[in-house]
Each structure stands twice: as structure tokens, then as C-alpha cells.
T-cell receptor, first 117, second 109 residues
């Protein structure tokens, strides 16, 4: 298994543009997580899905951010419009998940490094 | 709400010296604690979890509920241990992880 796959690996865009980050979780995993990593705030959970359903989106910064998981093998994180303060590394992670408690290790993707000018 | 604190953003030691990366948490229930590591240009990966009570790459971490700490220790640091280390907490019921701010460890030759 190639692990969690994210694309693009690097993205440079101008303020105001729409940015779409993509994630393919490990096959068979039921839970998917989006994180943002910055020097100032470290790793922050933005949103997570279980069985394609958003469970907790309390970490999503504002309405400019949206995430979808149309099927078990694909998720997107969209920023529209993007701002310079959105510059960060965005990680996707997946875990097998269980019907109770979801107490499984999370496996991280390589991240997407986003720079908004 | 749960919170994880890593008081040191940067930690520098010499090869062969002991190293301790501090992690404190606040959570009213019984948490599950983890240490994740991110080596240069690699993805974040699990290093160890407190319920396993194992030693990985010479690192150990003991959950101290009285002090609400989960410090990561290694008696003799190696240059290849240089990385970013994150302490994380998971609630008793649920799957979200709360991460600390991270500690960048540099092991000098």
C-alpha cells in the first residue's frame, strides 16, 4: 500500500484564488482527518470524517474553508478565497476506524505545502 | 476541553547525552497519549503510545496521571533522532487527536 496520498505536494497561489487539496486515504480505512501545521500553532485538526460523514468540523477556521468526502477513497479540502495567512502545510491522515471508539492509529500523508502570496 | 502543552519549541543536545522532551496535558477523563515524530522531509509517523508501554528507537514515555505528563525520554541521543516531535492526546471516546505545539530536537555531533 502506498499509504495516504496527497496532491499536490506543493501549491503556490495568489491571494483570492481558490485552492483545492486532495487526499486518498489508505484503502479500507474508515476515518479521515485533515490537519494544518504552522510554526506558530503546530498541528491543528481541521475536520474529520467517519464513513464519509463529517463528524467534527469545529477546527475549520472559517467559512472560506470547506471539506468534502464524496466516497471512501477521496476527500478534498477547499479554500475560497485564499489568504496569505492560510499558508501552511496541510496533512491528511486516515485510520481503520471501528464501530466503537475509533481507537486506531492514524497514518499521515506527506502533506501539501501551501503558499499564498 | 483537552489541551496538550510542549513547553520547549527547540531542544538541542549533544550526541550521547540524555534527552527528555516534555509534554503536559489537561483532560478530565482517562486519555490516550501518543508521541508522533516527523523527520526531515518525511511524513508524520507514530513513535509510541502509552498503552503499549514499549520502547521504540530507544525512546520511552511514561504516563504520569498525578503530574498529567507524558515526557519522552532517551538515555543516549543519536544524530538521527533529530526531528520534530509532537505529543498528542485522544479522548476516551472519540477519534480526534489534540496535538501539542511540537518540539524540534537537534542532536549535535
Amino acid at each position: 500500500d502506498a499509504g495516504v496520498i496527497q496532491s499536490p505536494r506543493h501549491e503556490v497561489t495568489e491571494m483570492g484564488q481558490e485552492v483545492t487539496l486532495r487526499c486518498k486515504p489508505i484503502s479500507g480505512h474508515n476515518s479521515l482527518f485533515w490537519y494544518r501545521q504552522t510554526m506558530m500553532r503546530g498541528l491543528e485538526l481541521l475536520i474529520y470524517f467517519n464513513n464519509n460523514v463529517p463528524i467534527d468540523d469545529s477546527g475549520m477556521p472559517e467559512d472560506r474553508f470547506s471539506a468534502k468526502m464524496p466516497n471512501a477513497s477521496f476527500s478534498t479540502l477547499k479554500i475560497q478565497p485564499s489568504e496569505p495567512r492560510d499558508s501552511a502545510v496541510y496533512f491528511c491522515a486516515s485510520s481503520p476506524g471501528t464501530p466503537r471508539g475509533y481507537k486506531e492509529t492514524q497514518y499521515f500523508g506527506p502533506g501539501t505545502r501551501l503558499l499564498v502570496l | 476541553a483537552q489541551r496538550v502543552t510542549q513547553p520547549e519549541k527547540l531542544l538541542s543536545v549533544f550526541k550521547g547525552a540524555p534527552v527528555e522532551l516534555k509534554c503536559n496535558y489537561s483532560y478530565s477523563g482517562s486519555p490516550e497519549l501518543f508521541w508522533y515524530v516527523q523527520y526531515s522531509r518525511q511524513r508524520l509517523q507514530l513513535l509510541l503510545r502509552h498503552i503499549s508501554r514499549e520502547s521504540i528507537k530507544g525512546f520511552t514515555a511514561d504516563l504520569n496521571k498525578g503530574e498529567t505528563s507524558f515526557h519522552l525520554k532517551k538515555p543516549f541521543a543519536q544524530e538521527e533522532d533529530s526531528a520534530m516531535y509532537y505529543c498528542a492526546l485522544r479522548e476516551t471516546s472519540g477519534s480526534r487527536l489534540t496535538f501539542g505545539e511540537g518540539t524540534q530536537l537537534t542532536v549535535n555531533p
